[in-house]
T-cell receptor, first 114, second 110 residues
Framework: DGGITQSPKYLFRKEGQNVTLSCEQNLNHDAMYWYRQDPGQGLRLIYYSQIVNDFQKGDIAEGYSVSREKKESFPLTVTSAQKNPTAFYLC?????????????FGDGTRLSIL | DQQVKQNSPSLSVQEGRISILNCDYTNSMFDYFLWYKKYPAEGPTFLISISSIKDKNEDGRFTVFLNKSAKHLSLHIVPSQPGDSAVYFCAVGSQGNLIFGKGTKLSVKP
């Protein structure tokens, strides 16, 4: 069954800890994205990757890091430098960063601070 | 400053009537426009899009209108159904990335 899998669905982090959110896709899409959603807010772009071994910062990259070693996988690490990490994190993919192609989203990971 | 604004945080509509969701943007360089629907604890689902060369795109009960001179985008849902109750995000695109509005929560009452 094709799609985007984000895991875990819920994640708790202690102060000062790094935590990694998983995003895996079997859609064979080139481009992958990470967004953050806060209550009453739209989606804000953290990082994106157009191709394996390449990624770019989005609007709110500070305190986050990513890697793109495989086409299928785009993990996001929330580091201790991110001062307000509690949010709903969404991973998305698109066939390529061509203009008219919509992005497809996973079901998200909710991160909370203990 | 917000580049994409959805000024109505919520909208309530009776089943069978029309729902109109609005979105304004600031940059005339944006050249494609999308609407997403989102249920709680799920990712957004793509609904419909329109490019800047058109002013209307229709898909079943959903129609998107684009007024480039006013930098205004709207989504019409006719007839509205209770299952349409969700948060609707407009998104505008430029060079492959999307900028999202804050969303409008639509409630369709039976």
């Amino acid at each position: 069954d094709g799609g985007i899998t984000q895991s875990p669905k819920y994640l708790f982090r202690k102060e000062g800890q790094n935590v990694t959110l998983s995003c895996e896709q079997n859609l064979n899409h080139d481009a992958m994205y990470w967004y953050r959603q806060d209550p009453g807010q739209g989606l804000r772009l953290i990082y994106y990757s157009q191709i394996v071994n390449d990624f770019q910062k989005g609007d709110i990259a500070e305190g986050y890091s990513v890697s793109r070693e495989k086409k299928e996988s785009f993990p996001l690490t929330v580091t201790s430098a991110q001062k307000n990490p509690t949010a709903f994190y969404l991973c998305a993919t698109s066939p390529r960063t061509a203009k008219s192609l919509p992005q497809h989203f996973g079901d998200g990971t909710r991160l909370s601070i203990l | 400053d917000q580049q994409v604004k959805q000024n109505s945080p919520s909208l309530s509509v009776q089943e069978g009537r029309i729902s109109i969701l609005n979105c304004d943007y600031t940059n005339s360089m944006f050249d494609y426009f999308l609407w997403y629907k989102k249920y709680p604890a799920e990712g957004p689902t793509f609904l419909i899009s329109i490019s800047s060369i058109k002013d209307k795109n229709e898909d079943g009960r959903f129609t998107v209108f684009l007024n480039k001179s006013a930098k205004h985008l709207s989504l019409h849902i006719v007839p509205s159904q209770p299952g349409d109750s969700a948060v609707y995000f407009c998104a505008v695109g430029s060079q492959g990335n999307l900028i999202f509005g804050k969303g409008t929560k639509l409630s369709v009452k039976p």
